[in-house]
């Protein structure tokens, strides 16, 4: 790999849905990051709130793309193929980043060639209150696969990449409405570390009603993407196994939930699918 240039170019995409109520501060704190070259891309997801009136003082920094409600992956993914920087870093339009966020991962960059994508610590805030993280969230270093098969531990707000990223590891699954950033960071660790700037340069905030994390049932996008995962017969012997098991722990906490909310072809589903895997990767 070779050396950075000084300053390359860093590409902020900042995807937004019916966010005009927080959208200014997102786009904000990325005019006021202390780093010289940066290329900011908004990408409206179909929005039908003031998202227009509110990014119009912001046009002379701004690129802003327009698409049809397709989901926060395309919406990502729009960002990404327009983008014009040797760097890719995404930020969600209700999450900041502080003014030394980017040039303290270029610095990063600049101090290990090797690596193609790190992330920051982070702030969190919760209903207006600044929150610990649990230990069960405690973001590692490095080659992550087997700790981020139980929950996501890169946050997209705080994640950074070589562009050449997207031709190794591919773009987000646009299939998926939502963990399709588990998806994409599991992808990456079966064979590329990801690191951590240990800094808190990245604040999230929590609380309100429109998160996607907020949803219920995430566990049956999880099961999709782990269940990709062993279909396409790449993990290693180690990581199939801690696959394995950890997708039937889901399978079993989906299919419960389900016949919980009355759903009960599909908690059975997910009994059998259980079942089945059991069989085919006895312990």
Request: aromatic residues 8%.
């Amino acid at each position: 790999m070779k050396p950075i240039k000084n300053n390359p170019l860093v590409t902020a995409v900042i995807p937004t849905f019916n966010r005009g109520w927080c959208l200014a501060d997102a786009v904000t704190s990325v005019i006021n990051q202390k780093y010289p070259a940066m290329e900011i891309i908004v990408v409206d997801d179909g929005s039908t709130d003031n998202t227009s009136q509110v990014l119009e003082p912001y046009m002379d920094s701004v690129t802003l793309l327009h698409q049809k409600n397709t989901g926060v992956s395309a919406a990502r993914n729009l960002g990404i193929s327009q983008s014009s920087g040797e760097f890719v870093a995404f930020l969600d339009s209700d999450d900041r980043w502080t003014p030394d966020k980017i040039t303290c991962q270029v610095d990063f960059f600049q101090h290990h060639p090797e690596a193609m994508i790190c992330q920051t610590e982070e702030i969190w805030i919760r209903n207006g209150k600044r929150v610990n993280p649990k230990f069960k969230h405690k973001k590692p270093s490095g080659m992550i696969f087997e700790p981020s098969l139980e929950l996501c531990l890169v946050s997209p707000s705080a994640v950074m990449m070589r562009r050449q990223f997207f031709d190794i590891k591919g773009l987000f699954d646009e299939n998926l409405p939502a963990c399709e950033d588990y998806d994409l960071w599991l992808r990456t660790a079966t064979d590329m570390p990801i690191y951590l700037v240990d800094h808190p340069c990245t604040i999230k905030q929590g609380g309100h009603s429109d998160q996607l994390s907020s949803a219920h049932s995430l566990d049956q996008y999880r099961i999709q993407s782990i269940e990709g995962l062993l279909k396409a017969g790449t993990l290693s012997h180690t990581q199939q196994k801690a696959a394995v098991l950890v997708l039937r722990k889901k399978y079993t906490i989906y299919g419960k939930g389900c016949i919980k909310r009355g759903k009960l072809d599909e908690g059975q589903r997910c009994f059998d699918r259980e079942a089945a895997l059991s069989n085919l990767y006895p312990h």
